[in-house]
């Protein structure tokens, strides 16, 4: 196992922002979180939104400018394509493409687009990407009271010779570099991030879950003690292994739990379920994944729609949504997030 160089607030020269007007598109998760946190730190920054945007007032409101999406990449020489995945290949080519400039910079939270050609940038741009390891809310928490939270930093085109540079500035002016830095490749930034929700936070999770819930009711327990095993526990062990690792939520729990983690897990997560995350993989690193999910969502998304409402009935919901209407602590959770 080979260990990344974590790079960190010396390793950034945040001269190389002071030089930039940067636009970023998109107010949401992330975009507000760029946009305020640069604004704030003396960049000159605008944000760019469609006309009519129910994020505009927000960010009037923190006193960045609000121009629509074409004149804030003319205007600007960095540009930070913070709109949803879905999205961004259409507003490129429609909106950001014709306003470009030769030795712009593009930046990118995820590498979806590029990766798989959605987008496919001219060779006179700086392509790159900074992303943080949390959601924009954390992201801004952190890094207003001094801190920061890691990062990603990737270049897919080097056109100036300073792709780098304004990599490690950009992630500096998030306050990333107080938290820590890796340098990866849009390809393994977008492959792992892809398997990884796939594979083992939503939808191995999700599954996990479920099939854990209708084992028991199957068998005949209530379903609201079913939810309490299957879902709500399930915060408790991952706080615990968020904390310390794996080590340190089998420390904490009782020794009968430890043994059935160690002789009925590789059960539940066999052979069968390593083949199928291969498989997973493949289908990611191929391509075959990202094609299928485009022609999703240029088609209206039928199958998505579908599944979506199909996840939203099942008893577990029903369940849980009774349940958790008396847990008093998650009434103002939202806000705390
Ligand atoms: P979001 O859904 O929170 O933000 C959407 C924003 O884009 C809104 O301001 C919306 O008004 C605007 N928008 C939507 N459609 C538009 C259009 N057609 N034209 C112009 N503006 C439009 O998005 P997000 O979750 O912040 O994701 C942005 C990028 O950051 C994505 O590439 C995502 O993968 C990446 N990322 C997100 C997170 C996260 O925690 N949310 C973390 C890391 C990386
Ligand atoms: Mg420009």
Redesign the pocket.
């Known amino acids: 196992m080979s260990t990344a160089r974590i790079l960190t607030v010396d390793d950034a020269n945040p001269e190389v922002l002071a030089r930039k007007k940067v636009a970023v598109?998109?107010?949401?998760?992330?975009?507000a979180a760029h946009a305020r946190l640069l604004h704030q730190g003396g960049t000159d920054v605008r944000v760019?939104?469609?006309e009519g945007?129910?994020?505009a007032s927000a960010a009037r409101k923190a006193g960045i400018p609000v121009v629509p999406?074409a004149d804030a990449v003319a205007e600007a020489n960095l540009i930070a394509?913070?709109?949803?995945?879905t999205?961004?290949g259409?507003?490129y080519r429609e909106e950001i493409a014709p306003n470009l400039n030769p030795g712009d910079a593009l930046l990118?939270?995820?590498g979806?687009n590029v990766h798989f050609d959605e987008i496919q940038p001219s060779e006179d741009v700086d392509v790159i990407m900074v992303?943080?390891k949390?959601?924009?809310p954390m992201l801004y928490r952190e890094a207003s009271q001094g801190n920061g939270v890691p990062a990603l930093i990737a270049i897919h085109q080097d056109a100036t010779g300073h792709a780098r540079d304004i990599a490690l500035a950009y992630a500096h002016g998030l306050g990333s570099t107080r938290a820590g830095v890796l340098e990866t490749t849009f390809a393994e930034e977008t492959e792992t991030d892809l398997f990884g929700e796939q594979a083992v936070l939503c939808g191995g999770l999700s599954a996990l879950i479920q099939a854990g819930f209708e084992t028991l009711v199957d068998a005949g327990y209530q379903p609201e003690v079913a939810y309490f095993e299957c879902l709500h526990e399930m915060k408790l062990i991952v706080d615990l292994a968020y904390q310390g690792g794996l080590t340190g939520m089998r420390e904490r729990v009782s020794d009968t739990a430890e043994w059935g983690d160690y002789v009925s897990g590789p059960r539940v997560i066999g052979k069968e379920s390593r083949k199928a995350m291969q498989e997973i993989l493949d289908e990611i690193r191929s391509g075959a994944f990202a094609r299928r999910w485009i022609d999703e969502w240029e088609g209206d998304a039928p199958e998505f729609n579908r599944m979506r409402a199909e996840g939203r009935s099942h008893p577990l919901e029903e369940v849980g949504t009774r349940l958790r209407a008396r847990m008093a602590w998650l009434q103002d959770a939202e806000e705390k997030s």
Do not use: N
């Open positions: 598109i998109g107010y949401g998760s992330q975009g760019g939104l469609r945007s129910a994020s999406v394509v913070l709109i949803p995945d999205v961004q259409r507003v990118f939270a995820h979806f992303a943080p949390s959601p924009g």
